[in-house]
Every structure is written in C-alpha cells, then in structure tokens.
C-alpha cells in the first residue's frame, strides 16, 4: 500500500510538471512538504510501534553472508543502469534532458517519459521508506527528513548535473558512498555533529 501510494505520488508530480507547467524542482518540493504534513496529520507526529515480527527481521537478515538491505540496494543500481544504458526510456531521459524541444520534435513521448521519470523515482522513495521502516523496527512520521538534500549532493558529487542530460547510475553510487563515509566515519570519529555538517556542506 505504501509503495502504491508513493508511485501515485509521482504520477501527481508528473502531472504538475509536464500538464501543469510547473518548474521541477517547485513541484516536487511543495508535494515533498504536503506529504510529510499528511504523514504528520495520520501518525499525530507519533511513532507506530507493533509491526511484525517477520517485517522487522527482514531488515536484519542475511543472504549468503550479504545482508538483504545491501542485496536490495544492489538490485535497484543494477535495474536503474540497464534502464539509463540499454532501454530506449533510459535514451530518452538525457534526450529530454538535454533539449526537450529537439525531442519532442524527435519523435519522442515527452508526456510518457516525464511521468515515467517521476513514477520510477517515486517508487525507488517508497521501496527506501518501507525498508528504512523495517530497519529501525518503527514508523517513524519524520524518518528521511534531510535525505534529499543527501541525495542531491550524492548524485551531484557523482556527475550528475542539475540543468540535464549528464550522469550515471555509478556515478551517483560512489557519490552516495562519499557522502556516507563522511557522515558516518565523523560519528565514529567522534566529530562534532554541527562540525560535521559544515564539512559535508563544503
């Protein structure tokens, strides 16, 4: 249900930007900010406690010595890399990227690839949501508050570029795992934490 709400999510923010004209970056920050007000108006900002056993321990499970929530992360870069490098949506994100007219004039359905854009992302959110859910053995109405600003540096620091058209999923992977071997190997360091998030910012 979680991950079916999410996905509806962005087709709404698929929706805004190609029927609705709205600029990208407004569109998904005013529906990042109205989800979280319904997450926070459903839970009353409480945790939700009580969840199964088995949902739990999924997240600390193992499969051949690899734990499941790696094995996962695995999947979804292995997915995302044959989609951007072997599909002909994938060709059509950085054509559209690069120049939207030059592809609508291609032949391509901007319509189609931009809500598939946002449906995909949206999806990949959820699976995230409900896994980080199990790992922490709650609901927690504030979980991932921050992480988009994470993921932003991650695929930027990756090669990732904000005007379009330039990026990869590899890219994007060893910027994540910059950005968390900072902020991890600080706590473990024992870095101040408002020291922390200076050097992350720089």
């Known amino acids: ?11 709404f923010n698929g929706v805004m930007v190609f029927d609705g004209k709205v600029p990208p ?15 926070m108006l459903i839970t009353n900002a409480r945790m939700i406690s009580g969840l199964p056993k088995e949902f739990v321990t999924f997240a600390k499970s193992t499969f051949l010595g690899v734990p499941m929530l790696g094995l996962v992360w695995l999947v979804v870069i ?33 319509r189609m690839t931009t809500y598939g854009v946002y449906i995909y992302c949206a999806f990949l959110c959820a699976v ?7 790992r922490l053995g ?3 109405p ?15 620091i990756g090669g990732a570029s904000l005007m379009g058209a ?3 999923v590899i890219g994007t ?22 020291v922390l998030e200076i050097i992350i910012g720089l």
């Open 166 to 168: 330039e990026g990869s």
């Open 173 to 194: 992977v060893l910027g994540s795992l910059i950005m968390a071997t900072l902020r991890n190997g600080g706590n473990l360091l024992g870095v101040n934490s408002f």
């Open 142 to 156: 504030t979980g991932g508050i921050g992480y988009e600003t994470d993921a932003i540096a991650a695929a930027v």
């Open 25 to 39: 970056f407004i569109a998904t920050l005013g529906c990042m900010t109205a989800v979280r007000g319904v997450i």
């Open 78 to 110: 292995l997915a995302s890399f044959v989609i951007l490098r072997y599909t002909t949506f994938g060709r059509n994100i950085f054509a559209l990227g690069s120049n939207p007219e030059a592809a609508r004039l291609s032949g391509i359905n901007i």
């Open 1 to 11: 249900a979680a991950v079916a709400l999410a996905t509806l999510v962005g087709v």
């Open 128 to 134: 995230a949501g409900v896994l980080m859910t199990a």
């Open 138 to 140: 709650n609901g927690v």
